[in-house]
């Protein structure tokens, strides 16, 4: 069987993370190293409510086949929110629906990518964005990512060197949970301009924001198309595999024969009882809950890393999203460390997955979202335990 | 932008079918052209009973990230199914849910189709895996479609000339209703064992036979591995998205790799109510209600056929599924006639779009599964008239 496997699949592995998650199933374990939205704060029943009225009032054609760009509702209201929460005007019929954010990875990569393409991503970089363009065989260039977004001179770099695209994460980066400052935008932007480097602007906390000024996009800034990435799994649910891509019309055309392709259209079902859920409900106080309790669980979080662990460590202190990111001292390796925590029933995602070159050997990442605030500080407690042992 | 797009992009194309179904919204449009199932048969209120419990019930993991590889539950319940109505033992790890069938055409391509592959397809084939697999730029062979299967000569010589698969549709081919006999099913099976050629059974319309016996997949007579794809879309409602393929471990590991850099997973929450809705409602008395329906459909539209339509025109009268293929005499373009039709009110799907070498000039497909009986009746009647225009 094995020589019948095309020639891609030689670059690609299982994700680690999902490796991971199942060593970390054993309810004993406090877990930082899923990438989950907290449960509790899943309106199950308002949810509940929006299916019962889609099948009762609209069952037939909730259930039937649809189109590929998506419900027009959804998209109307998705547009809706760009201006009033975000202030960004984005016309309804250039926003196509997709199966989860990760969709757009691949549809983008089916229309743009050519073996050998040189993409451009952050590093460390989201490992769902390396799985989904590797099967396309492109040749990732990183490019430091620094408390305030990137090191602008080794991008620069990457553009002039021919870049095809850039693809980052400019609110509260999964895994490091830093954000660009509003000059580095702007930067980043003329340098995309500069070189014409397609942009794909994945954004799925943008609105996860607990202290700080909301920024713009840096799409907002760009003057060349790119594409600008949305999804309701960390605002809503993740379940129903709702995300979406902003673009214009040259390239939306394109994205649709892709995803055509790829899986007819996203579950007719899934968008109704969301739309339905959000016609009928304030969803902006939803995030408001959100952005409330995930705030607070970053703050415990810090707080109890600045008690706990050792002054050497260094951490990202994120104004918003999920996660942040530990660099211990040169030579502590997190692989390590990870076998360590585990003994102790604490487990996290160590960093070097996150970089495509190997590095990042004494890194980490730890998410706040799902796990609550007396089981942060004892799981912080055990990992500062665990490190130290390291530095002894 | 236009030099930007990967090159695997200049070989596919927008679905024709879908271009043609915007042009058939009127309503007054008697339309055999989509492939829809009848929407008055979903089972609605089962379904929203389905719903409300799973949010009751399981709200919030419902709502969650969950497998690549599906719901478990729902997998034991497609295994069972196999062997009670099927009778083929499948074990329920080995069946990985997926995003709609079209999905598995996907991530099939991605994991076996080098560039230059050569794909062996039935002619007339079906579009979706023509429009799947053309982005990962195969070379198609062509099969020539007998009233009872593929041309075996053909066949084999397509299989001795180095194939890496053969996609096909053996029960109720989509578009020409074709199904394959039990000696060309056992003889395609030994033919791909022989040649060691990886076959994709594509099976959506197997459950919907309403004359004659069923037969044993093609998949069940293989030594060698294969996947056999499946689907609740014509048996339930295509609205969930909810497909699934079943493989050996091997295969399985890279199918699973593939599709979660393609979408993660699918629906949760669509998966949660399938499945209870599967639980709690005996879909075996629902199959047969569709069964019932549909073929009283294609008696009434082949009946009205030889009534209304010149004799000089031939169709398939399949057993099951939800089209038959018309083939009038040489000469008759059916793309002229569609313009002459839509005049009349009636539609169908031109044949050509399902020959990848441009022939099938005179043939056409229509769908009988989504017009009550009157409908059908008037409809052959227009559409049999602006035929008779084109022989005078």
């Not at 374990?29 to 009032?57: H, Y």
């Not at 991503?121 to 430091?144: K, M, N, R």
């Amino acid at each position: 069987m094995a020589d019948k496997f095309a020639q891609r699949m030689g670059t690609v592995h299982r994700s680690f993370i999902r490796e991971i998650l199942k060593v970390t199933a054993d309810s004993e374990i406090i877990s930082f190293a899923g990438g989950l939205p907290n449960p509790e704060l899943f309106p199950v029943p308002a949810m509940g409510q929006a299916a019962s009225e889609v099948f009762a009032d609209i069952g037939a054609s909730a259930l039937q086949y649809s189109t590929t760009e998506g419900d027009a509702g959804l998209r109307r209201i998705i547009a809706d929110r760009y201006r009033t929460v975000r202030g960004l005007e984005v016309d309804p019929d250039s926003i196509l629906v997709t199966t989860g954010s990760q969709q757009i990875l691949d549809i983008f990569a089916k229309v743009f990518l050519d073996k050998g393409d040189k993409v451009v991503i952050e590093s460390p970089g989201y490992l769902g964005a390396i799985q989904a363009f590797s099967l396309f065989e492109p040749e990732f260039v990183t490019v430091s990512l620094e408390n305030d977004g990137p090191n602008l001179e080794e991008l620069e770099a990457a553009f002039k060197d021919g870049a095809k695209c850039f693809y980052a994460v400019p609110n509260f980066q999964n895994p490091s949970g830093v954000s660009y400052s509003l000059e580095k935008r702007k930067a980043v932007a003329a340098l995309l301009d500069k070189y014409d480097v397609l942009f794909v602007e994945d954004d799925p906390y943008g609105e996860l924001r607990f202290m700080g000024e909301d920024l713009p996009t840096v799409y907002s800034f760009c003057k060349k198309p790119g594409v600008l990435c949305g999804s309701f799994s960390k605002i809503a649910a993740p379940g129903f595999r709702i995300g979406w891509v902003v673009t214009e019309k040259e390239i939306y055309d394109k994205l649709v024969i892709a995803k055509q392709a790829s899986d007819l259209h996203t579950s007719t079902v899934a968008q109704a009882i969301m739309r339905r859920y959000l016609e009928s409900n304030d969803i902006e106080s939803h995030v408001d809950l959100i952005r409330d309790r995930y705030g607070r669980q970053r703050e415990v979080m810090v707080e109890m890393i600045r008690k706990y662990f050792p002054s050497e460590v260094v951490i990202t202190e994120p104004e918003g999203g999920m996660f942040l990111w530990v660099t211990m001292p040169e030579g502590v390796s997190s692989m390590d460390l990870f076998d360590v925590a585990i003994k102790q029933k604490v487990a996290f995602v160590p960093g070097r997955p996150f970089y495509v070159d190997g590095s990042g050997e004494n890194t980490l990442r730890l998410n706040f979202s799902n796990s609550d605030e007396s089981r942060i500080e004892e799981g912080i407690k055990r990992l500062g335990k665990a490190i130290e042992s390291f530095l002894d």
